[in-house]
């Protein structure tokens, strides 16, 4: 069955860099493209990043984009979230998911648990 | 426009009808997915491309759209459908995904 795993959230001060991980199982990783997405406490979803099932695209919030760098190792089925600069308004669940497709179009099918990043000094 | 917008809270009568929609430009391009989230549990895909529902997903969940706007429709909502719905999308772009407010189910 398909499983994402993430880890690597904690406690970090404001300005200081942090990566998660999402560790996938039970299916071809290697033809998915994979997401970001994140929850501040209390509020609603938002999309982070997408990285290409080969790698070879990526793309970024703009609240986000020049600090945060996603990217993934298929031969470890792993994608990453590097996060850069963190400010108090990146505390947040990250969750990793998967970019499935079917009947020709594409949606988040699976998701991980979350793992929860707190920005604080 | 690059936003989503949903109603913040929505409540519905056990056995009743609700739908529970989302405006935003890039619904005239793109489809809507909806997710469902309970407290401490990761979303889960209800509806996908204007009306198709993943295996295990109840009928009574269905989409549509019409212009700017998709609707997810519950009918016949039960007690276990009280969570939080969000609509997503992508933008103008088509390589970004947006995802609206979110809409509080509530059923009585």
């Known amino acids: 069955q398909v499983q994402l795993v993430e880890s690597g959230g904690g406690v970090v001060q404001p300005g200081r860099s942090l990566r998660l991980a999402c560790a996938a199982s039970g299916f071809s990783f290697s033809s998915f493209g994979m997401h970001w997405v994140r929850q501040a406490p209390g509020k609603g979803l938002e999309w982070v990043a997408v990285i290409w099932y080969d790698g070879s695209n990526k793309y970024y919030a703009d609240s986000v984009k020049g600090r945060f760098t996603i990217s993934r190792d298929n031969s470890k089925n792993t994608v990453y979230l590097q996060l850069n600069s963190l400010r108090a308004e990146d505390t947040a669940v990250y969750y990793c998911?998967?970019?499935?497709?079917?009947?020709?179009?594409?949606?988040?099918?699976?998701w991980g648990q979350g793992t929860l990043v707190t920005v604080s000094s | 426009s690059s936003e989503l917008t949903q109603d913040p809270a929505v409540s519905v009568a056990l056995g009743q009808t609700v739908r529970i929609t989302c405006q935003g430009d890039?619904?005239?391009?793109?489809?809507a997915s909806w997710y469902q989230e309970k407290p401490g549990q990761a979303p889960v895909v209800v509806i996908y491309a204007k009306n198709n529902r993943p295996s295990g997903i109840p009928d009574r969940f269905s989409g549509s759209t019409s212009g700017n706007t998709a609707s997810l429709t519950i009918t016949g909502a039960q007690a276990e459908d009280e969570a939080d719905y969000y609509c997503c999308s992508r933008d103008s772009s088509g390589n970004h995904r947006l995802f609206g407010g979110g809409t509080k189910l509530t059923v009585l």
């Open positions: 890039s619904l005239r391009s793109w489809y």
């Open positions: 998911a998967r970019e499935g497709y079917s009947n020709g179009y594409r949606f988040f099918d699976f």
